[in-house]
């Protein structure tokens, strides 16, 4: 079973740019592109680095993680490059008016 929470309001996040939220006590960084917003987990697979400190890559949906470089999909939390070799999880978001929600276990 899922729970919905409220973030933010949307125009409360900056373009491809990561935002680092805590809810039920799962850190996820959020990302908005465009009027699409993403949720992935916040904590690099490979170390504990948090991913929101990294890099967006919005032209190729991605969150760069800083420490060395792995980028995960923002769609699926799959890594594009070592040496991070396990996703991080995706949580969906949906978007009523301006209020950005998003769903975690
Ligand atoms: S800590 Fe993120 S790639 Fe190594």
């Not at 919005?58 to 999909?73: D, N, Q, T, V």
């Not at 995706?90 to 975690?104: C, Q």
Request: one cysteine or more.
């Amino acid at each position: 079973m899922t729970i919905r929470h409220r973030l933010c309001a949307l125009d409360d996040l900056e373009p491809c740019a990561a935002r680092r939220f805590e809810v039920d006590g799962h850190p996820i960084a959020v990302v908005r592109v465009g009027d699409d917003v993403h949720a992935v987990g916040d904590t690099c697979s490979h170390q504990r680095i948090s991913l929101s400190e990294g890099e967006v890559l919005c032209e190729r949906l991605e969150i760069e993680c800083w420490k060395h470089g792995s980028a995960f999909s923002l769609l699926t939390g799959e890594p594009s490059m070592l040496p991070a070799t396990r996703p991080v999880p995706v949580f969906p978001v949906t978007i009523e008016g301006d209020d950005v929600y998003v769903e975690v276990p």
